[in-house]
């Protein structure tokens, strides 16, 4: 148990505002869909607790901030790396030395803002039923926790590194009792928003490992954002 505890705090750490500073250790991915499905807990209150005091628009807003501030924008961050590195057409090695630069260009910015303006507008639909959120959540971190079984890192030394050596492709089964609340609770459109998101991670590692020949931190805060945007979009699809 006593090595248990370290793990769980550092997949804490590394997906949430709380104990940063701790060095990743390879365990704490086993922990990410766990952690995942907390994190959807709590915008799941959010988002339920505002909607009974705030208009949907309103509901929207806030949960997007409560997930900022869950996060410390980290995931963010990564996303806006992400689109400054792969979208581009540059040299392979430029693109980690974009990413790893502090400042962002036009594509980070085109990013953020449509991926931050589909998540308001999915969230401000009175067809989300809150506790998809916790599903949802989960899948996005399994999906990530998955990225080191299968795609080689891309930098010599990095924040992820150390989760290399607990990579195990064995972490995918967490996708099903995940999937399965998301069909409870949302029925044949919460299926269609699960094969969405996967499909949506799917092509941000593809991407990445084409552009860059691997993974990176970054890349993984661009997975976790991409898919869940992708899934609360098929969500609110209008048939």
Known sequence: MAMRRPAAMGAVAFLTVFGRGQVPQARALWWFPMVGAGMGTVLAGVHWGTGELWPLMVVGILVVAADLVLTGGLHLDGLADSADGLLPHMERDRRLVVMSRP?????AVAAVVVVLG?????????????????????????????????????????????????ARRWLALWLAPAIAALVLIEGITGAVAAGVAVAAAVGVVVLAW??????????????????ETAALLALVVDP
């Open 103 to 107: 400042d962002v260009g036009a594509f």
């Open 118 to 166: 589909a998540r308001w507008s999915a969230l401000a639909v009175d067809s989300v039923e809150s506790l998809a959120l916790v599903p949802i959540w989960a899948i996005s971190r399994t999906l990530v926790a998955l990225v080191p079984a299968i795609v080689p890192y891309a930098r010599p030394r990095g924040l992820a590194d150390p989760f290399m050596a607990g």
């Open 210 to 227: 084409r552009r860059l020949g691997g993974f990176t931190g970054d890349v993984l805060g661009a997975v976790i954002m991409v898919a």
